[in-house]
């Protein structure tokens, strides 16, 4: 299946990653003998493509991809700029559980997944920022645990940082982990939506990134396409929504 383009030209290129898709060569890609979406798009578009940020692999979105080496830098530049540079911002979509606030700023480091190969100090939490917006509300008639029905919310999350598993670091840190995440997650809401929503992805979406054109200077804004993550949230909108 092909991979869709979001956005084209001869500097660079932004794609809809699907949800399971690894991004990069690695290990669990090698064991699965599965095709990253590196090893696809280069086979799709017959050239290199240099990855310019990432996506955890159960996330589906907009992913940025450079076309020539010397862009790769560029780009990658804006993304690591510090909190308050405007040149970059990611947008994403996240279903998580019980009613979110109606807007927050989360500044909780980031711990990361220990690496025996790291130092510690590589090993350490890093600062990181998340803003928080809620955009709808959800109860659904099904018991989870003690309580007779089961809440969640629609949130728009914007990472102010770029640290690994921020997003489902700092959704567990508030007790609203993201419906889905097997690791941050909670096992029983998980699969209360694998039963009743038909729904075993992490329900996190790269749903818009802003950035500038490294040659152009031009403002871009491209968004992803829909996909599963809209299905889901569409029937939740239609069933379940709730107006508190």
Do not use: W
């Not at 086979?43 to 290199?48: A, N």
């Not at 279903?95 to 606030?101: Q, T, W």
């Not at 102010?160 to 007790?175: D, E, P, V």
């Not at 491209?222 to 299905?231: E, G, M, R, T």
């Amino acid at each position: 299946m092909l991979i869709d383009i979001l956005y084209q030209d001869d500097d660079m290129l932004a794609v809809h990653k699907p949800a399971k898709c690894l991004v990069h060569p690695s290990q669990i890609a090698t064991q699965e003998q599965e095709l990253t979406l590196v090893e696809r798009l280069e086979s799709q578009l017959q050239q290199k493509v240099f990855p310019v940020h990432r996506l955890d692999r159960p996330t589906s979105g907009v992913l940025l991809f450079a076309l020539k080496a010397s862009i790769a830098p560029l780009l990658q530049q804006q993304f690591q700029a510090e909190a308050d540079d405007e040149r970059v911002k990611k947008h994403y979509l996240a279903v998580v559980r019980g009613f979110a606030p109606e807007q927050q700023v989360i500044d909780h480091p980031a711990k990361p997944i220990r690496d025996k190969r790291l130092s510690a100090s590589q090993n350490a939490p890093k600062p990181a920022q998340t803003h928080l917006s809620c955009r709808a509300k959800y109860e659904l008639p099904f018991s989870v645990d003690r309580y007779p029905s089961s809440r969640y919310s629609l949130v728009e999350l914007q990472p102010l940082t770029g640290r690994k598993h921020q997003l489902r670091y700092h959704m567990k840190h508030i007790a609203r982990p993201i419906i889905g995440d097997p690791r941050y997650g909670k096992r029983l809401h998980n699969q209360l939506f694998c039963d009743r929503l038909e729904s075993s992805r992490l329900l996190l979406k790269a749903q818009q990134l802003e950035l500038m054109h490294p040659v152009h200077d031009e403002r871009l804004i491209i968004s992803a396409n829909k996909d599963d993550f809209d299905l889901v949230v569409e029937r939740l909108d239609r069933l379940y929504q709730v107006s508190v």
